[in-house]
């Protein structure tokens, strides 16, 4: 089973949707920005793809330096609570599969955790090719 925390609005996470779904796989897709996220599921995704809540922080096209958390005295614990009233401030899109859970930026390291790839050559939204015409990563 493949999950896919998503934003459509996102080239991203778009992308990453693709190249799934172009995979072979029907993935679970969570729309995070309408259904929010717990504090124990932003835990588990967070330890499970061995990522700190800072590394998972959305910057840019976020309310994140606004807010004043990109200081170096935020707390994981204060972007903990940050992150759960304001769901844009994770970064996407967070895909968890068989073989592991990822933050996948760019769109074509969720390779690393799927078991089949999309036929190649295959191209992302913006034409950049990122598998040859033998299905390999470039």
Known sequence: MIV???NP?????????????????????????????TRNQLMALFAAANITPRE?????????????????DITDEQLIKAMLEHPILVNRP???SPKGV???????????ILDKWPQ??????????????RGRKL
């Open 102 to 112: 990822k933050l996948c930026r760019p769109s074509e390291s969720v390779l690393d």
């Open 120 to 133: 190649g050559p295959y191209f992302k939204e913006d034409g950049e090719k990122i598998l040859d015409d």
């Open 56 to 72: 998972a922080l959305r910057i840019t096209k976020s309310p994140a330096q606004e807010m004043g958390l990109l200081d170096d």
């Open 9 to 37: 609005e996102c080239g991203t996470s778009r992308n990453v949707l693709r190249i799934i779904q172009d995979a072979g796989y029907t993935p679970i897709i969570i729309e995070y920005l309408k259904d929010g996220w």
């Open 4 to 6: 896919i925390h998503h």
């Open 94 to 96: 967070i895909v968890c």
